[in-house]
């Protein structure tokens, strides 16, 4: 799912995060068997697998919204 920003800055925080993280480049040794996509840790596959189960556990507490990681949760409440 793709992470809805009301803010440009808002956005461009979250996706430098994302950036930072991509150049830490490790071995990926676990794969979605859904899409294919690859994660050097078992924790990481499991929090992506939740997006295709439309899992959503993490909840703003102002707002109601809910998210499938705390990392976005984490970024949507700096807009509040």
Request: hydrophobic share 25%; with cysteine.
């Amino acid at each position: 799912p793709e992470l809805s920003m009301e803010s440009t800055e808002d956005k461009s925080h979250c996706q430098n995060l994302v950036v930072h993280v991509q150049f830490h480049p490790e071995e990926k040794s676990y794969r979605c068997l859904e899409c294919g996509k690859s994660f050097s840790q078992t924790s990481n596959l499991f929090v992506h697998q939740r997006a295709h189960m439309s899992e959503k556990p993490y909840k703003c507490l102002k707002c109601g919204k809910t998210f499938s990681q705390f990392s976005d949760l984490t970024c949507h409440q700096d807009i509040h």
